[in-house]
């Protein structure tokens, strides 16, 4: 199980965006596919403890469903990202089919939050196609560094943390999943894995 980025994907896709800049040791939290209540709210209790700001990349089907915790994001201050509609494999789907979903996530979102325009895009499960990202020139897409792995009941809370923490460095944007099927081990590593961060003497950032 793979939890550190290979180095050869940011050289084949050079023109995403897989770490931050490394000169400083500054982590960037992000989560995706909520918001879900229970989850999205455990991860902003633990965010607003230690006054940490993160990027969330939200599925617009759980934006319609749960606009008060959608809310909540934004009013907390934290940075949101398109994460498609639906969660589509862009491997899986023509190009019109998943600019259409990205599309639909956006009026969604200006449904329930009038005036916001979101710049950041994460293609769900890292899957997309060079033509789908040109074709979406307007957003910076986000991939990742760090893949918490914590959506797999393949692994246990204690090794989700462990692992994490031992991909972790300067720069890296870090994946976990404010879901109920991550819940389980979300709960217990991702405070944990904050304060480890913290005594290592890491700060924590919001992609912008």
């Known amino acids: 199980m793979i939890f550190r980025t290979p180095f050869f994907l940011p050289w084949l896709y050079p023109g995403l965006t897989w770490r931050m800049p490394a000169d400083d040791r500054t982590v960037y939290l992000t989560f995706d596919d909520g918001p879900v209540p229970g989850p999205t709210e455990f991860v902003l209790d ?8 993160a990027t969330f990349f939200c599925i617009g089907d759980n934006i319609q469903k749960h606009p008060e915790v959608l809310l909540r994001v934004g009013d907390d201050g934290h940075t949101i990202g398109n994460h498609t509609f639906n969660h589509l ?22 449904i329930v939050k009038p005036g916001l325009q979101v710049s950041l895009f994460r293609p769900p499960y890292g899957r997309i ?29 204690e090794k989700c943390l462990h692992r994490s923490l031992g991909a972790v460095r300067n720069g890296s944007i870090v994946v976990w999943h404010d879901s109920l099927k991550a819940e389980r081990r979300l709960t217990y590593a991702l405070p944990r894995f904050i304060e480890a961060c913290l005594e290592r003497g890491y700060t924590f950032n919001r992609i912008t």
């Open 46 to 53: 633990v965010l607003q403890q230690f006054k940490i700001k």
């Open 89 to 110: 494999n862009g491997w899986k789907t023509p190009t019109s089919t998943y600019l259409h979903n990205a599309q639909k996530f956006d009026e969604q979102l200006a």
């Open 129 to 157: 196609t060079r033509r789908q990202i040109s074709r979406l020139h307007r957003y910076r897409i986000i991939m990742w560094d760090v893949l918490t792995n914590d959506y797999s009941g393949a692994i246990s809370p």
